[in-house]
Structure formats: structure tokens, C-alpha cells
């Protein structure tokens, strides 16, 4: 199992831009398909941006469509959550989770689907 450790996260006026990110141990970071969930306080975890693992597809959440842009660097192991245009209900612990051996035309979106889960980065925006 690979082992995800997000950063990035922290304090952010309305409008303003943030970069997740979430480092992978091992050799192995090629070949998981990767996520990113969010959990508000009082809510339910729920599917932020997701991406192969060829990086060449991504399906996002219909509330951070066009805000958000999800990317990764296999060369150094790391996935990336771009966030710009944030609002007040961005505000969450943001989560990366990964899971191998999907095929490559696969993106998953599901929280269930994935088997690594980092300990999660927060993320709050002020208005």
C-alpha cells in the first residue's frame, strides 16, 4: 500500500487561490488512480476531482467544476489540487486517496472505490 501524505492546506480570503498537495511513498505512485475527497464539519465525505493514473483523464464535482484543476507528476511521486476561486463552502479537510491497478480509461469517483487514504489537509476560507 502506498502512503499519502497531503499538504498545502490553510487559511484563505473568498477569491483566493490554494495548491493541494499529496506526496506518495514507494515506486509504485505510477499505477494508482488518484482522488480527492473534502469533509465539512457535520457532512458527509464527498468526490472533490479525480485522475488516472496516465493523467490523461479527470472527472471533477459539479460544485468545483471550473475552479478546481486536479494534476500529478509521477516523476516525483506527487498529486496536485489546484483551487482557485474559493468559496466559503470550499472550507473542509481535503483528502487523497489512491488506489492500484485500475485500468487506465478508469477514473474513479467514488469513496469506496479507493484503498489509500491520507490523514488530510484543512482548508478554510473566510468571506
Known sequence: ???????GGGLVQAGGSLRLS????????????????RQAPGKEREFVAAINWS???TAYADSV??????????????????????????????YCAG???????????????FSSWGQGTQVTVSS
Open 99 to 113: 488506489r492500484r491497478w485500475v485500468p487506465d480509461i478508469v477514473v474513479l469517483t467514488k469513496s469506496a472505490d
Open 65 to 94: 467544476k471550473g475552479r478546481f484543476t486536479i494534476s500529478r507528476d509521477n516523476a516525483k511521486n506527487t498529486l496536485y489540487l489546484q483551487m482557485n476561486s474559493l468559496k466559503p463552502e470550499d472550507t473542509a479537510v481535503y
Open 55 to 57: 493523467g490523461s483523464k
Open 1 to 7: 500500500q502506498v502512503q499519502l501524505v497531503e499538504s
Open 22 to 37: 499529496c506526496a506518495a511513498s514507494g515506486r509504485t505512485f505510477s499505477t494508482y488512480a488518484m482522488g480527492w475527497f
